[in-house]
Nanobody, 121 residues
């Protein structure tokens, strides 16, 4: 069994900062790409940021570029999303995603349950 568990969500004021974390656990052989998605009420889930297996490559949605930073710690099997200068439009449930090669060596996609981020003064 492989699990992704997010933490760090909550209420943040515009112009503030917040850091989300997502830890992978279970029968893991290797953690490949990792990413953060978000889904606002009444909207489709969208990609926020993605990071390559060794952290050498990242990409961001245009709406968060320059304000959000994705990073990872492979020793801890953890991906982070640093949110700075948040805007009310960033309010959403943030989901962690990862492609993981399990003990059986077959890669599969996994999702966390999400963590709520609310941007409001």
């Amino acid at each position: 069994q492989v699990q992704l568990v997010e933490s760090g969500g909550g209420l943040v004021q515009p112009g503030g900062s917040l850091r989300l974390s997502c830890v992978a656990s279970g029968s893991i052989f290797s953690v490949l790409s990792m990413a953060w998605y978000r889904q606002a009420p009444g909207k489709e889930r969208e990609l926020v940021a993605r990071i390559s297996p060794f952290g050498t490559s990242t990409n961001y949605s245009d709406s968060v570029k320059g304000r959000f930073t994705i990073s990872r710690d492979n020793a801890k099997k953890t991906v982070y999303l640093e949110i700075t200068n948040p805007e009310p439009e960033d309010t959403a449930v943030y989901y962690c995603w990862s492609r993981i090669r399990s003990a059986s060596k077959r890669p599969s996609d996994y999702w966390g349950r999400g963590t709520q981020v609310t941007v409001s003064s």
